[in-house]
């Protein structure tokens, strides 16, 4: 039995007569103790799914099932045996870390005692602030205290929707390895990031963009599909370059990322010889070309490409 | 119940962490009860006079002394014309103009009657009421005196005359605080009711708490009561103190049964709760929750009798008075208080209130929705 299984949902927002499809026919399966991301950028839709799977929002046709029960009849069921942290999650900042945390695992019907070994390695970073309100903790602290409050219950299923959407890049890390270990003790976790680098550290993703899903693998798995070469360039000029780049009779796709432009090419075979000669001839010094390993980002793209099309 | 009663800590933890909220249950009812009823007051003084004196005779110059004898009434000027006179009244000058004819004494000894004129600024509408039957009053006075002069010798009144004297029941000395007192008791009270609990669950909604209680397995009812109960005691704690304050700064005490006002309290924070968290399952966010209380408070207050009397209004306004708590409580305070009436007498208006409490409540659960 899947803990997650998806099928068919269609949610659609707004009035019938200009209707905004928020998910369209999505379908996927999470298996037990895996961590499954859904990656896409704003407004692809994760939010809402995350909502219908909570038990949150009502779906408009297809059927969802969390843990074996069905989120419109059985909603009940799987309030017990869910935990979420919303996107917009937040503590009571007037209350200390300590009362968030008992506040939470009394409307789950639990003590903080009963499922301490679960949350302890999490909890002892906060602990020495125990008796300082919630407002006054770091972004990461509050994070952590969050994720604290979202599993004081032990779920089966933790659904996390963008849990480091505005978190630094060391708390981001420390997160992940905290997901990890949960994972390790039978915890299916579905979380939700517009942060491409984060898909990687996912078991499987589902790539997500206007209410469809592109595509469901492994990370590395879709990193494979992509075949074509490609390409990072970066010059003295980056802006005029990228747009020199665009207007290039030979490119497929050419777009920022980080310090380098990705450039794919319609046609291989002239090579890296004549990218460089057309950069010369159009005066971009200091050029640096070389071959670029494609990661989900680049997947993202290529598909969104395809998408449209 | 074990849920039900952390919840109740952790909301009084919140209040007693958040100085405006303590602030606004325990010093506001007191700010309130001692410099409202000073302030807003019936009693029209200071009613400006202008005067037009064409007479310029003795009996005028008596009646002129007469009525600003009366304390109510300040001259402000001597017109020499009706149209001068008018020219006060149109730069705010003055409220009232009193005209004396010329020829009033001649009129007043030879035909035994004389004509008198008073004009009224009526923009300010309980100050032109109360100052043009001031002064019909003082010169029906006059009246009398003159004829007390004149006519010393007859045995019995050559014309019949009634003569109405009005005794005050219940508030003897017509004393407006022990009027007005109670009646700010129950706006405080509705102030709390109608506010408090809707802010708090809105706020919620905001930061955005509640989605986390909504996908756990707590019931509706208990999140419910762990939002009334706190407030309601809030409510009663406020009711102490203002009876405290009006016992204290007023010296009113309450002629009636004392549980009897609590009695009927409970009831109506229930009502005035469920109209809070009526408006609590509509509003989003703190700002339309808060103009949406103000809206019903208005309708509350001015339909609720505290400043213009249910009696006089149409018969439309009279049915809004009927769903409206404020109005039953603020007439059983005074019934209570100055009155002295008991249980019998206010069963009525205790079971109205109750119904419109499972009326509001029950629409507010009904439609509180843990999922959208």
Known sequence: ?309 | MKQLSFLLEKEFRQVFRNPAILRSVLVMPIIQLIIFPFAANYEVKNVYLSMVDNDHSSYSQKFISKITSSGYFILTDYSPSYNKAMESIESDKADLIIEIPYGFEKELVKENKAAMLIAVNAVNGAKANLGGAYAANIIRDFNKEIQMQWMTFPAFNAIPTIEITSSNWYNPTMNYKEFMVPGILVTLLTMIGTFLASLNIVHEKEIGTIEQINVSPISKSTFILGKLIPFWIMGLVTLTIGLLVSRLFYGIVPVGNIALIYLFAMVFLLALLGVGLLISTYAETQTQATFVGFFVMMVFMLLGGLYTSIDSMPDWAKWITKVNPVAYFIEVMRMIVLKGSGFADIKYHLLSVLGLAVVFNSWAIMNYHKRS
């Not at chain 1, 299916?188 to 209410?211: F, H, K, N, W």
């Not at chain 1, 492994?218 to 990228?242: C, D, G, N, Y």
């Open chain 1, 1 to 309: 039995m899947p803990s997650i299984a998806v099928e068919n949902i269609i949610k659609k927002y707004g009035s019938k007569k200009e209707p905004v499809t928020a998910l369209d026919d999505v379908s996927l399966e999470v298996s037990k103790g895996e961590l499954f991301g859904v990656i896409g950028p704003d407004g692809a839709g994760k939010t809402s799914l995350f909502r219908i799977l909570t038990t949150l929002l009502l779906a408009d046709s297809g059927t969802a099932t969390v843990d074996g029960f069905d989120v419109v009849k059985q909603y009940k069921e799987i309030r017990n045996r869910i935990g979420y942290m919303p996107g917009k999650f937040s503590l009571y900042q007037d209350l200390t870390v300590e009362e968030n945390l008992r506040f939470f695992a009394t409307i789950f019907n639990t003590s903080i005692q009963e499922n301490y070994e679960l949350i302890k390695e999490i909890y002892v970073q906060i602990e020495p602030f125990k008796d300082r309100r919630a407002g006054k903790l770091s972004g990461g602290m509050k994070q952590k205290l969050a994720l604290c409050c979202a599993l004081i219950h032990r779920p089966s299923v933790l659904f996390l929707d963008e849990p480091t959407t505005g978190v630094d890049a060391v708390s981001r890390k420390e997160f992940w390895e905290m997901l990890k270990a949960l994972k390790q003790q039978g915890i299916s976790i579905l979380v939700s990031t517009p942060y491409m680098d984060e898909a990687e550290l996912c078991d499987r993703v589902a790539l997500i963009q206007s209410g469809k899903i592109m595509s469901i693998d492994m990370p590395q798995h879709i990193i494979q599909k992509f075949t074509k070469t490609m390409w990072s360039v970066r010059s003295a000029e980056m802006v005029r370059l990228l747009n020199d780049l665009q207007h290039y009779s030979n490119t497929e796709k050419c777009y920022a990322f980080g310090e380098f432009h990705h450039l794919v090419l319609k046609n291989e075979s002239g090579g890296k010889d004549e990218i460089l000669q057309y950069l010369q001839h159009l005066a971009h010094h200091e050029i640096e070309l070389h071959l670029a390993q494609p990661n989900i980002e680049d997947c993202f793209i290529e598909l969104m490409g395809n998408n449209k099309s």
